[in-house]
């Protein structure tokens, strides 16, 4: 089993910065690969961004030049630098990781964290 808290969402104006953390606890030595996803309202939810446990990234285009994914694996935790935000970056932003091989994930959720950007 592996616990995900997210922290660190909020409020914040078009153009401004926001950083998210995701902290994970249990079975951390699993754990393959941690991102970001969101779900803005009405929508399903997103792949915005993953990391893997050797450093390898990926981001959404959507996302890529304004948000940045980085691990600390001595901490088991996952951060996402957001800058530049979007209203359309408005979502419930969720941790993951997966602790499952390449061809048969398994994932495990955090509770989400709410991004709003509004002026």
């Known amino acids: 089993q592996v616990q995900l808290v997210e922290s660190g969402g909020g409020l914040v104006q078009p153009g401004g910065s926001l950083r998210l953390s995701c902290a994970a606890s249990g079975s951390v030595a699993s754990i393959r690969i941690m991102g970001w996803y969101r779900q803005p309202p009405g929508k399903t939810r997103e792949l915005v961004a993953f990391i893997t446990s050797g450093g390898s990234i990926i981001y959404t285009n959507s996302v890529k030049g304004r948000f940045t994914i980085s691990r600390d694996n001595a901490k088991n935790a996952v951060y996402l630098q957001m800058n530049t935000l979007e209203p359309e970056d408005t979502a419930v932003y969720y941790c993951?990781?997966?602790?499952?091989?390449?061809?048969?994930?398994?994932?495990?959720w955090g509770q989400g964290t709410q991004v709003t950007v509004a002026s």
């Open positions: 993951n990781a997966d602790t499952g091989g390449p061809d048969s994930p398994y994932y495990y």
